[in-house]
């Protein structure tokens, strides 16, 4: 069955901290892994998309990495700011795209 | 540019309504989709196309009804609304299937 896990569940942090949201997938055949961050009451907003053959990428303070050999999937957050504050989603594409979606890690940014 | 626009924000129905939710981009964009969101779950797709003239189902259809007779806009319709269509609609739209996908604001529609 094709789904994706993300934990935590949500996260607390200080403004100014980093932080690593992590996303387990299983998506047969896999075509890309993709995080989007949406805000309370918004829809979401695309931050990266990487293919099967990609490690890294970035997109300002935010860092994805794919390792396709163990389906994992990370979003790092560099110091992090009060607008971070968002459920962070991850998305993993298949078969002629479908998008299997994640609950989300709802991350909190506290001053 | 005002990307993907969705109206109503905010509806209430009474059960057996029927209603459209409105979806319009002006990206000049193919493939457009519509999602629900309910607690706890991730975003499930309902109907998407792949240019005007064609539509296909998604993984929850059941009750639902698209067309897309331009490019720039894909309604979706309720046929007979019951309470567990209450959810947050978006609608998103890309390139292709391949391409970032850009949403829209949401509908949060409750069918008393």
């Known amino acids: 069955k094709n789904q994706v896990e993300q934990s935590p569940q949500s996260l607390i942090i200080l403004e100014g901290k980093n932080c690593t949201l992590q996303?387990?997938?299983?998506?047969?055949?896999?075509?890309?892994l993709r995080w989007y961050k949406q805000d309370t009451g918004r829809g979401p907003v695309s931050l990266t998309i990487?293919?099967?053959?990609?490690n890294t990428k970035s997109n300002g303070r935010y860092t994805a990495t794919l390792d396709a050999d163990t389906k994992q999937s990370s979003l790092h957050i560099t110091a992090s700011q009060l607008s971070d504050s968002a459920s962070y989603i991850c998305v993993g594409g298949g078969a002629t795209n479908k998008l299997i979606f994640g609950t989300g890690t709802l991350l909190a940014v506290q001053p | 540019n005002a990307g993907v626009t969705q109206t109503p924000k905010f509806q209430v129905l009474k059960t057996g309504q029927s209603m459209t939710l409105q979806c319009a981009q002006d990206m000049n964009h193919e493939y457009m989709s519509w999602y629900r969101q309910d607690p706890g779950m991730g975003l499930r797709l309902i109907h998407y196309s792949v240019g005007a003239g064609i539509t296909d189902q998604g993984e929850v259809p059941n009750g639902y009804n698209v067309s897309r007779s331009t490019t720039e806009d894909f309604p979706l319709r309720l046929l007979s609304a019951a309470p567990s269509q209450t959810s947050v609609y978006f609608c998103?739209?890309?390139?292709?299937?391949?391409?970032?996908?850009?949403f829209g604001a949401g509908t949060r529609l409750s069918v008393l």
């Open positions: 996303c387990n997938y299983t998506v047969s055949p896999f075509s890309n």
């Open positions: 998103a739209s890309s390139y292709s299937r391949q391409n970032i996908q850009y």
């Open positions: 990487m293919t099967f053959s990609e």
